[in-house]
C-alpha cells in the first residue's frame, strides 16, 4: 500500500517568509507525528497527533510553528516568518494504533531558508 | 533534553564482514527501535524491541534490548554494499507519549 507522502519535496524560501509543509499519512493510521532532521543531526520530535485528543506540542521550537491535522488524516506544519536556522528537512511519521512505537517516516521535505 | 549516544559517527567495513554499533543512554528506555536511512528517504524502521533482554532478528540484522533497559545493539552479518546508511536508534521514555528520542546515527560504509 502507499506510504508516508510528503510535500513539496523541497521547498526554498526567503527569510521572513510564511512555509507551509503536508503530510499525507499511511491510511488508517491514527497517530501522526512531525520530526526535524538539521544536517548530521539526528531527528528531534516537534509534535505528536493521536486520534482525537489534543496534539503534544512539546517539541515545537518557537510560537512560529504550527501544525495542524484536519479530519484525522492530512497534516500542515506552518512555519511563520522563516529564519535561517530553521533550514533543515521535515519528516513526518505516521502510525497504527496498536502499535504506535513503530512509526513509518516519509521521505520529507527539505526547506532552504535563505 | 534525554540523549541516546551513539559513536562512532562513521564506520568503515569489508564487504562480507560483521559489524556491530551500540546506543546507549543515562535514562531508562520503555522501548529501543533501530532505522535505516538512505539519502534523501526518511528513516525506515529496521527492527522494534519492546522487552528488556529481547533478542529480535530481521534477516542478517539482530538486535538486542538490554537487560538494564539503557543500550542496545545492532549486529548487521556479512555485510553487502546496500547495507551503506546511516543507522539510528530510537527509543520512547516513560510517559513520553510515544514521541521518539533519537541518537545522532552512525554512517556505515561498505567496501566493495
Known amino acids: 500500500g502507499a506510504g508516508v507522502s510528503q510535500s513539496p519535496s523541497n521547498k526554498v524560501t526567503e527569510k521572513g517568509k510564511d512555509v507551509e509543509l503536508r503530510c499525507d499519512p499511511i491510511?488508517?493510521?491514527?497517530?501522526l507525528y512531525w520530526y526535524r532532521q538539521s544536517l548530521g543531526q539526528g531527528l528531534e520530535f516537534l509534535i505528536y497527533?493521536?486520534?482525537?485528543?489534543?496534539?503534544?506540542k512539546s517539541g515545537l521550537p518557537s510560537d512560529r510553528f504550527s501544525a495542524e491535522r484536519t479530519g484525522g488524516s492530512v497534516s500542515t506544519l506552518t512555519i511563520q516568518r522563516t529564519q535561517q536556522e530553521d533550514s533543515a528537512v521535515y519528516l513526518c511519521?505516521?502510525?497504527?494504533?496498536?502499535?504506535?512505537?513503530?512509526?513509518?517516516f516519509g521521505p520529507g521535505t527539505r526547506l532552504t531558508v535563505l | 533534553g534525554q540523549q541516546l549516544n551513539q559513536s562512532p559517527q562513521s564506520m568503515f567495513i569489508q564487504e562480507g564482514e560483521d559489524v556491530s554499533m551500540n546506543c546507549t543512554s543515562s535514562s531508562i528506555f520503555n522501548t529501543w527501535l533501530w532505522y535505516k536511512q538512505d539519502p534523501g528517504e526518511g528513516p525506515v524502521l529496521l527492527i522494534a524491541l519492546y522487552k528488556a533482554g529481547e533478542l529480535t532478528s530481521n534477516g542478517r540484522l539482530t538486535a538486542q534490548f538490554g537487560i538494564t533497559r539503557k543500550d542496545s545493539f545492532l549486529n548487521i552479518s556479512a555485510s553487502i554494499p546496500s547495507d551503506v546508511g546511516i543507522y539510528f536508534c530510537?527509543?520512547?521514555?516513560?510517559?513520553?507519549?510515544?514521541?521518539?528520542?533519537f541518537g545522532k546515527g552512525i554512517t556505515l560504509s561498505v567496501r566493495p
Open positions: 491510511s488508517g493510521h491514527t497517530a
Open positions: 497527533f493521536q486520534g482525537n485528543s489534543a496534539p503534544d
Open positions: 511519521a505516521s502510525s497504527a494504533e496498536d502499535f504506535d512505537n513503530e512509526q513509518f
Open positions: 530510537a527509543g520512547t521514555l516513560t510517559g513520553a507519549n510515544s514521541k521518539l528520542t
